[in-house]
């Protein structure tokens, strides 16, 4: 590249970043939810809500005018008297109607705009949470879970923020400010208006300077409360450490210095916010002075009255309320882009696997599985796989072994497509897997891990998530399968026993036979065995080994194992070592060649007598 197209792309990746901060990129992500083409209610309730919103600011502005008329009436010759006390009281009431209308209004577009609202926020929520389960595991095993969960309810807060305040708290202020100073500046003198204006502008001016300061104080403050809650959960899920070690005023002394710099960020705080609030009270304050003196003084002269002089008052302090708070919905609508941001960063980050414009469903004929001179690398400079070529016949059983590192698990991973290949390919029933939709191959695919995760419901949920629509009794012939069956039923629950998080309630046995049981509703054509029984002892396992020995029947199946012991019956053993095939055959035979297999066994096998001995 030379340096001049280095340069252009660092500018348009700056330029970028700067459309990303500023976050225009995020209301123009955001305004298709609000004017969709294919949802003309949507408009016509967007349409409405702002000619609601129209209608209040027009009817507040025009509230003041009732004020000012009473209290001319109120202030009128003596001689007519009840007539001015009359006109008075209907003025009062008109002008009590008129405040009235004005929160009316306000609630009638709330409630004609909260449905667009929480469709946009809907939708927005589900298609994150789509897409994030589209990405590739790359994408997944490098960031935290919590981390994404994270990223969604932020950016869905910061969008419903964001469509309150924005729509409805800057723009009708906006609105309002520009009828108030038109009012001034018709029915007063330019003066007034100049006064507003300025008094305005310097009040947005010292506002937005002395927020931006306090959002990096703020920041700060948010960090340091972050690192205390981080050591206190530290510290609390190593509770039995610190007993061990009685180090429990270490671990004191350790949270009181993060929560002593927390403390500092807070008072620097507190400041600031002060000296905004004062800063603020002292600029409108100074502006309402300069406004009322003036009325004041055309009240002396004659050239207005005290309606006037009221009437002034009341628009002074009706614009000054939402301009108090304008520093906090400016911070929190600041933060609301930079969390929108992220969720958008998030929906624009690519899959690595996408399905080929021309991708057609899976046909497992016989589940013939073919490896053909397969090459594979998470990281270039470090390849996994180095030309591997392997054949599961169908029906036929294929155990993978080898010491870790070797490439066994990656094998399963690429068959399922959680990766592409990157050298030679994978073929099933002769089609290659990336010329396949994904939704056809994992149907076509099932998978017994060496760790079984659960969710949190119950057992019948958890085994009947292995195909949706099951009826009780395909459920129950299922964990019948997979020799469950009897220990659910001796449960207090049943079937409807909760499982806990991740299946915690359960023992790693038990678990497992839950997931076989998942997997044999499923009846998938493929079963892939990754080192299901490596996690449990010696007794768990040899029980275990039944249900997958029986569950096998019929199916191509490839096991990826770790212990030997669970692999002596497959059709043929492909033993695996960085990355390239050392050995291939039989039980027996390998066994025979005495060679790296026949170690590997003999070395099991000692330390499976060492362990009945002990």
Do not use: C
Not at 537 to 556: F, H, N, V, Y
Request: glycine share 8%; hydrophobic share 45%; aromatic share 8%.
């Amino acid at each position: 590249m030379t340096d001049a197209a280095r340069a252009t792309a660092q500018t348009t990746a700056a330029e970028a970043e700067a459309d990303r901060r500023s976050g225009l990129r995020t209301i123009r992500k955001v305004a298709p939810y609000l004017w969709p083409e294919d949802k003309p209610w949507v408009k016509q309730r967007v349409v409405i809500s702002l000619l609601v919103l129209v209608a209040s600011k027009l009817v507040a502005v025009g509230t003041p005018f009732f004020y000012k008329a009473a209290v001319d009436a109120l202030s009128g010759d003596a001689g007519q008297a009840m007539l001015v006390a009359i006109g008075a009281v209907g003025l009062t009431v008109a002008y009590g109607m008129a405040r009235l209308m004005t929160v009316g209004f306000q609630q009638l577009r709330d409630a004609v705009f909260t449905r667009v609202g929480q469709r946009a926020l809907r939708q927005l929520a589900l298609e994150t949470f789509t897409h994030i389960h589209a990405l590739s595991l790359r994408y997944h095993i490098t960031r935290k879970t919590g981390g994404l969960s994270r990223i969604i309810e932020r950016g869905v807060k910061g969008v419903d923020f964001l469509l309150r305040f924005l729509i409805f708290s800057i723009g009708p202020l906006v609105l309002e400010l520009v009828l108030v100073s038109a009012v001034l500046f018709f029915l007063f003198d330019a003066t007034y208006l100049a006064v507003l204006v300025v008094t305005i502008a310097i009040y947005v001016w010292f506002t937005f300077k002395v927020t931006e300061w306090r959002v990096k104080i703020r920041k700060q403050m948010n960090e340091q409360d972050t690192d205390a809650n981080q050591k206190a959960i530290d510290s609390l899920l190593n509770f039995e450490t610190v007993k061990y070690f009685g180090a429990e005023s270490r671990e004191a002394e350790r949270y009181d210095r993060a929560m002593a710099l927390y403390e500092q960020a807070a008072i620097k705080t507190n400041y600031s916010l002060a000296f905004l609030n004062f800063g603020q009270s002292f600029l409108i304050t100074t502006g309402l002075v300069i406004v009322m003196v003036l009325a004041a003084l055309g009240v002396q002269n004659g050239t207005l009255t005290v309606g006037d002089f009221v009437m002034v008052n009341a628009y002074m302090i009706q614009i000054t309320m939402p301009l108090n708070f304008l520093g906090t919905v400016y911070r929190e609508i600041r933060q609301a882009l930079v969390d929108m941001g992220e969720m958008f960063d998030l929906l624009e980050q690519p899959a690595d696997v996408r399905d080929a414009p021309d991708a057609r469903p899976l046909e497992v004929r016989g589940g013939e599985i073919v490896l053909d001179d397969v090459r594979f690398a998470y990281d270039p400079a470090r390849p996994i796989l180095k030309g591997v070529s392997i054949r599961v016949g169908p029906g036929e059983t294929v155990a993978i072994v080898g010491p870790s590192g070797s490439g066994k698990s990656t094998i399963g991973r690429l068959l399922f497509r959680f990766y592409d290949v990157t050298g030679g390919a994978l073929r099933i029933d002769g089609q290659d897997v990336r010329a396949v939709t994904q939704q056809s191959l994992h149907d076509s695919i099932g998978v017994v891990p060496q760790d079984t995760v659960l969710f949190n419901d119950t057992i019948r949920y958890n085994i009947a998530y292995g195909r949706a629509g099951a009826t009780q009794d395909e459920i129950e012939a299922a964990a019948k399968a997979a020799r469950i069956h009897d220990f659910i039923l001796g449960l207090p629950e049943g079937y409807e026993t909760k499982v806990g998080e991740r299946g915690l309630k359960l023992s790693g046995g038990e678990k497992q036979r839950v997931g076989i049981a998942r997997t044999l509703l499923k009846n998938p054509p493929i079963l892939l065995l990754d080192e299901a029984t490596s996690a449990l002892d010696t007794q768990t396992e040899r029980d275990i080994q039944d249900s997958l020995k029986a569950m096998g029947q019929g199916r191509s199946v490839i096991t990826i194992a770790h212990r030997l012991s669970t692999v002596v019956d497959a059709d043929r053993i492909v033993v695996l070592e960085q990355g390239e095939i050392a050995e291939e055959g039989t039980h027996d035979t390998l066994v025979a060649q005495g060679g790296r297999y026949a170690a590997m066994w003999a070395r099991q096998q000692s330390e499976d007598a060492t362990e009945t001995a002990a």
